[in-house]
């Protein structure tokens, strides 16, 4: 191979290895601004919802993850008899981790 092919080699392959980080830390950035403060996406909202309506609650007013993505927070969740809850949700299995009256 001529040193002119190598030079060109090398440059193609730093270059796809520089895309190649690029990627992952906008993927990464990505990734970090979902976990506080954030809105379910459109599936995960279906997932959540389905819970709660399983439990008995009528309607809600925000579902936001905190705990650095590890739980979903649900505030005003409505029983059917009125009561209002503040509940904590495990982020993978959405198990109730804890539940305060509201009224």
Same mark, same amino acid.
């Given at each position: 191979? #001529?040193?002119?092919?190598?030079?060109? #080699?090398? =440059?193609?392959?730093?270059?796809?290895? =520089?895309?190649?980080?690029?990627?992952? #830390?906008?993927?990464?950035?990505?990734?970090?601004?979902?976990?506080? +403060?954030?809105?379910?996406?459109?599936?995960?909202?279906?997932?959540?919802?389905?819970?709660?309506?399983?439990?008995?609650?009528?309607?809600?007013? *925000?579902? *936001?993850?905190?705990?650095?993505?590890?739980?979903? *927070?649900?505030?005003?969740?409505?029983?059917?008899?009125?009561?209002?809850?503040?509940?904590?949700?495990?982020?993978?299995?959405?198990?109730?981790?804890?539940?305060?009256? *509201? +009224?």
């Amino acid at each position: 191979m #001529s040193r002119t092919l190598h030079r060109r #080699s090398a =440059f193609r392959l730093a270059l796809l290895g =520089f895309a190649m980080a690029a990627t992952l #830390s906008v993927a990464q950035a990505a990734d970090r601004r979902r976990v506080e +403060n954030d809105a379910p996406t459109a599936a995960e909202r279906k997932r959540i919802e389905g819970v709660l309506h399983e439990r008995g609650y009528v309607r809600w007013k *925000e579902i *936001e993850r905190e705990d650095a993505g590890k739980t979903w *927070e649900v505030d005003d969740a409505y029983m059917a008899d009125g009561k209002r809850y503040d509940l904590r949700l495990s982020a993978d299995d959405l198990k109730e981790i804890d539940k305060h009256p *509201e +009224n």
